[in-house]
Every structure is written in structure tokens, then in C-alpha cells.
């Protein structure tokens, strides 16, 4: 089946198509492609989008620059997998073709209806005066491969700038709604809600969070791609703030991406809620999604990224390509907090099992035969620490720390920028686990079942493949090591 929305639509996928082959040998021979995460064949991947288990399989969307490794022109490029591990890439599914999406097919989220997906986005236009103009739009597929646009469904209401986007549809009882993010006329950052009987025509219902609302007082200038679920009884959404500044261990990245807890009342259109929680505390994390599969799991994607934040100093740009995907996580909610652990499929990738039931480092550094690896997965657990850190180093390239008198979790890593080192925080009382998954370059370490997370892009001498234990005092733990397949060529 063939769906053209337009003759430019048709001359926009075949030049990413020709772009997709003029530079696949560049793109495959950098030494940094991932062997086990979602990448772009060529240019700039941002956003998940689109995320949802249709028909039996999983479906990625991605927002995607194909012609160039910075933030442009954006179309959604599209991944699908039976099993979360091995993905496959599909032909791109939204182009920026029409009038109403002409500078980018934006952010949004997908939808099973009457055996159909629905897919929401938003389009974004830059008049001829330079001013931005944004519309939430539709479009629809019977296979989950080929869409037939219907346009416009939602236009900027009263009270919001222009910054107005990132759509995420779900139902609620016979009720279809959806949330955007958004910025007020005062520059405030918001989220907003909409209601539909028919996925067409929709009811702007107010704003349901944001800054100087529900007692949070101010809070960035933008809230993009907010997501909102039930899960373990109550309700959750994640929203990535634009505007936070520093504050201690917290909102040290360019941009933020967090949750808060609460209770939605669809009667009184109100969302009480608790207190904004850091999701990720690396240094490469923004703008997750979530889906809910046919197992009943919340499972989440994330970028493994933060927009505008040394994105040119990337090595990867100089083989025609930047950024790539977390790994899938499963989301639980544990005394108010979300968990993310890693789905169960991950563990397809495992090979060549290596155990140590008792490592002690006291006083030393050491490296553990076979524990090594351009990509690997490791567990540490019964560990026990007495009063001095432990530190493991990456790759020559990257250091996580755990102190147990300042109850503080560190990642340090090489800036990509300029020659120091640089660091990201977190208060973790008690330290008992480690769940670390490495690739040739990323790094995201699960600590206590996922109480914390750290993800983020490491780069360094792609030869170094050495994991090294020390501590000044006396450290003791059982590891588990596992060398993980190549899942992408």
C-alpha cells in the first residue's frame, strides 16, 4: 500500500533516501554507533514519539533531522521491534510537506482506535515575518507503516504563545484526552488539556499544571512533551521543564526532565500533585515517552540527549550522525517514587557469562579478568561498605562514585566541550545494587532496582575498554558480567 499526501511529500522521502545511501559508509564506520541502542541512519535524532504497542509490535517514532546533525527541518523516522531488543527501521512516516507543518513535523503520540493508529504531532511554521506558528495534527494509518495526513485538529488557543506542542492522546472511560506542553503570555511553562468524544474535534478543557499552580510557585519558561498515566493507583506526569535553574544536586543540565505524583480529577479539570522529581540524573536525558503494552507495563523511552547542550562537540557529527535512544525501562511506582528498570527482553542480549560471587577491594585498584568490554551489562549486589567510596572507572573515560558517609551517588565524565572533568549528583542514603549497562558510548547505571538513574554519552579512546575497580578503604560485593550481542551492523 502506497499513501502520498502530496508530490512534495513524495520528493521528501526520496531525498532521505538518497541521503540515507550517500552517507551509509560514513555513518558505519564511526567507531562510536551503538551496538544495542536506537540510533539515526544518518543525521539527528531527538525526541521518542509516537511510542505504542500496535497489533503485537512495537512501534518507535522518532523526531529526526536526515540532512544535517544539527536541530532543522524535523520528520519522523520509524523503528518497530516484536520484542523491545531487536528493532527494525521502517520507511520515514511523517515528512514537513504541508502548509500547516512546512518548518517540522514536531513531537506528539500515537493511538490504537477501530484497529487503526492514530498518530498526533504537532506542525510547526515559521510565517514570512520570522514569527512561529504551531498545530496540533492527525493522521492515520491501517498498517502502522504508511499515514494519510487529515491536518489540522487543534489551533493555538487564547493566553499561549506560539510555543504550544508535543501532544499525548490516552482514554479514560468512553473520553479521548489530550495534554500539551506549552508557554502562557506571561512565559510561563504549562501543560494543557483537551478533551474529544471522536479524536477530531476537541474541547480545550484549561490549564491542568505548570508554573505558579497548584502551590509550585515559578518554574521555567516552557514545559515540553508532558506525558500523563495511571500507574500502581495513582497518577503520573512526566513533563521536561525549559528554565530551571541550578539548585544543589538538582537541574544541573541545560534543561530538565521530571515527574510529579498526584491525583487527576477529569470532573474539576484539576491535577493535585506533589513535588517535582528529577527522572534522570546523567548528563544525556530529555523528552521521554511512555506506552502501555499489551502486558499491562509502563514501559518508557528516553532520548539519550538535552537540546542545545554541546551538541556540536559530539564526535559523531564528523560521521554524519548524533544522538540515540535510553534502553527501554519498565516504570513501578515505590512510596511515591518512580522506579525504571530495565525490561526482562534485554536480557536476549545477554552472552558469555562471567561471576565472581565475593570481590573485596581494599585499599587498591583492580581490574577483574574478563570484566571488560565494548559492550557489557554488569550486576553488583550484597554490597557491603564500611566507611571509604567506591569507584569504577569506565573506559578511561568515565567514573561513577559512591560515598557512603556523604550518601552521594556521582558520574563524572570528560566534558565534551572543554578538558576537565565534569559531574552529576545524587543523595542515595543506602547503596545495595548496581545495574549497568555500557555500550561503545553510553553509559546508564541503575542503582537500587532503579530508585536513581544516570544515562549518559560517553566518548573516549574507543580502544579502552577497561572497567577498573577501587576504593581507599574496604569494599566487598558480588558481581555478575555479561557481554551483550550486536543487535545493528
Known amino acids: 500500500m502506497i499513501i502520498v499526501n502530496s508530490e512534495r511529500e513524495k520528493e521528501l522521502f526520496s531525498q532521505v533516501y538518497d541521503e540515507i545511501n550517500k552517507y551509509k559508509d560514513i555513518v558505519c564506520k564511526d567507531p562510536f554507533r551503538l551496538h544495542y541502542h536506537i540510533m539515526p541512519p544518518v543525521g539527528l535524532l531527538n525526541d521518542p514519539n509516537g511510542f505504542i504497542h500496535f497489533h503485537g509490535v512495537y512501534h518507535l517514532f522518532y523526531q529526526w533531522n536526515p540532512f544535517d546533525t544539527k536541530h532543522g527541518s524535523k520528520f519522523w523516522g520509524h523503528y518497530t521491534s516484536a520484542d523491545l531488543v531487536h528493532w527494525e527501521h521502517q520507511p520515514p512516516a511523517l515528512a514537513p510537506s504541508e502548509w500547516y507543518e512546512k518548518n517540522g513535523c514536531y513531537s506528539g503520540s500515537a493511538i490504537e482506535h477501530e484497529g487503526k493508529m492514530f498518530l498526533f504531532y504537532t506542525g510547526n511554521v515559521k510565517n514570512r515575518e520570522g514569527n512561529r506558528e504551531s498545530y496540533q495534527c492527525l493522521a492515520i494509518s491501517q498498517d502502522g507503516i504508511h499515514f494519510k495526513k487529515k491536518g489540522p485538529i487543534i489551533r493555538l488557543p487564547q493566553g499561549y504563545t506560539a510555543h504550544f506542542r508535543d501532544p499525548k492522546v490516552w482514554k479514560k472511560g468512553e473520553t479521548w484526552y ?4 506549552a508557554q502562557s503570555e506571561k512565559e510561563e511553562g504549562r501543560v494543557v488539556l483537551y ?8 474541547k480545550y478543557l484549561g490549564a491542568l499544571a505548570g508554573g505558579n499552580m497548584n502551590g509550585l510557585g515559578e518554574f521555567g519558561y516552557m514545559w515540553e ?12 506526569l512526566i513533563v521536561s521543564p525549559q528554565g530551571l535553574q541550578p539548585k544543589g544536586y538538582s537541574y544541573n543540565n541545560l534543561y530538565q526532565t521530571g515527574y510529579f505524583v498526584g491525583k487527576m480529577d477529569y470532573k474539576n479539570i484539576n491535577f493535585e500533585h506533589g513535588e517535582f522529581i528529577e527522572l534522570d540524573r546523567g548528563f544525556d536525558f530529555y523528552a521521554p515517552q511512555t506506552t502501555l503494552d499489551e502486558q499491562g507495563r509502563r514501559i518508557l523511552i528516553g532520548w539519550m540527549g538535552v537540546p542545545e547542550e554541546n551538541e556540536a562537540y559530539h564526535p559523531t557529527i564528523h560521521h554524519r550522525w548524533i544522538h540515540c535512544m535510553t534502553i527501554p525501562r519498565q516504570l513501578k511506582l515505590k512510596d511515591g517514587r518512580l522506579y525504571q528498570k530495565p525490561v526482562d527482553e534485554l536480557q536476549m542480549l545477554r552472552e558469555k557469562e562471567v561471576t565472581y560471587p565475593h570481590v573485596q577491594i581494599a585499599g587498591r585498584a583492580i581490574k577483574l579478568e574478563q570484566v571488560n568490554g565494548k559492550a557489557v551489562e554488569m550486576i553488583l549486589d550484597s554490597m557491603h561498605f564500611a566507611t571509604e567510596s567506591l569507584e569504577i572507572s569506565f573506559k578511561g573515560h568515565a567514573r ?15 566534558s565534551l566541550k572543554e578538558d576537565k572533568i565534569e559531574s552529576r549528583h545524587c543523595e542515595v542514603p543506602s547503596l545495595h545494587k548496581l545495574h549497568i549497562f555500557l555500550d561503545t558510548s553510553s553509559a546508564e547505571i541503575f542503582l ?3 530508585e536513581e538513574v544516570f544515562s549518559s554519552r ?7 575498554e577497561s572497567i577498573v575497580f577501587s576504593s581507599k578503604g574496604k569494599v566487598t560485593f558480588r558481581l555478575k558480567k555479561w557481554t551483550l550481542r550486536k543487535i545493528f551492523e
Do not use: H, M
Request: aromatic share 12%; glycine share 8%.
Open 195 to 202: 478533551s474529544s468524544k471522536d479524536l477530531y474535534t476537541w
Open 448 to 450: 537500587n532496582d532503579g
Open 225 to 236: 512533551c508532558p506525558d500523563l498515566f495511571e500507574l500502581d493507583g495513582q497518577d503520573v
Open 400 to 414: 561513577f562514585i559512591y560515598d557512603p558517609v556523604k550518601k552521594r551517588a556521582t558520574l563524572e565524565r570528560k
Open 178 to 181: 489530550l495534554v500539551i506542553g
Open 458 to 464: 560517553i566518548f573516549g579512546d574507543v580502544a579502552d
